[in-house]
């Protein structure tokens, strides 16, 4: 399960998706070939929506795992360290928590691993790379937002291959996740920088046909 999140793959996020119809829209992405699904937590605190929490997240998991995919869980949230254990018992595989919502990034990265799940850590668009420095072979992901977060559907962040580039020295044997405003468009460019998870929302469960628009994201980006 967890070897999923190590290939080039792209995620689809469930916040764009059809609450009403949660299961189906789920089953419609990995009928395409998706096996990571990523769960956007909001809390009003750290960005400004409310999303949704373990009780949603653990809706998914066990689907999601007979599937043989994995749950990305995405915390925007503040002190992501009170939290983690829920969502690890709710079935995620990878939990990912912003570097400026806690003081204690390199304790969080400890407890995540210690929970048996993969650890990441993500950073806003206007955070320096070298935030992450200290962090070599801490985190297992390093999630750079190409949006600012707390909302599906925003443009991609121009210089964010440049920053993307920039981070790969510093992150050592951790995969990089990006997440904002990837499409067909916007994948490959951020894929050669050197990212190897996409995450893509609106561009997958906003399209007519989300199957097709998965596969041809994944195609643009050279993931499986
Ligand atoms: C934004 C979330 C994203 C969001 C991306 O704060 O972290 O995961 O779902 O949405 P799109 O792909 O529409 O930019
Ligand atoms: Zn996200």
Known sequence: ?????????????????DFSRLGSQVEE????????????????????????????????????????????????????????????EAGADAITFHQ???????????????????????????????????????????????VNPGWGGQAFIEGSPDKVSRLVPLVGDARIEVDGGIDTTTAGPIAEAGASLFVAGSAVFGADDPAAAYAEIADAAGAV
């Open 1 to 17: 399960m967890k070897a999923l999140l190590k290939e080039r793959r792209v995620a689809p996020s469930i916040l764009s998706a």
């Open 29 to 88: 992405v990995m009928d395409a070939g998706a096996r990571v699904i990523h769960v956007d937590v909001m809390d009003g605190h750290f960005v400004p929506p409310i999303t949704i929490g373990p009780l949603v997240a653990g809706s998914i998991a066990d689907q999601v795992h007979a599937a043989g995919g994995a749950v990305d869980v995405h915390l925007m949230i503040e002190a992501p360290e009170r939290h983690i254990e829920a969502f690890a």
């Open 100 to 146: 400026e919502a806690t003081p204690h990034v390199n304790r969080t990265l400890a407890a995540i691993r210690e929970l048996g799940c993969l650890a990441g850590v993500a950073i806003n668009p206007g955070t320096a790379v070298e935030a992450l420095a200290e962090l070599r072979g801490l985190a297992d992901i390093v999630l750079c937002m190409t």
